[in-house]
């Protein structure tokens, strides 16, 4: 699942450390998020997405769903 997460935690300034910390798991799992290697479950997402103050949405797209390619698509 594509994400943003290095991006946003890039804007802020934090580390890896900082932002396993504020949502409370290993810092090893915010790097994995972030290569891309796991998917969060729904509540680490619902978590992310709070913390950075965004809908879960535009933080995570499963590419391989064709709607989530075209955010326009959910909007109608």
Known sequence: ??????VLRAERK???A???AALGVSRQTVNALEIEKYDP????AYRI????GQP??????????PEAKDPTI???
């Open 14 to 16: 934090w580390s890896q």
């Open 18 to 20: 900082d932002l396993a």
């Open 74 to 76: 959910l909007a109608g």
């Open 41 to 44: 479950s729904l509540p680490l």
């Open 1 to 6: 699942m594509k994400n943003r997460l290095r």
């Open 49 to 52: 997405a709070r913390l950075f």
């Open 56 to 65: 879960v949405e535009q933080i995570f797209v499963d590419e391989a769903v």
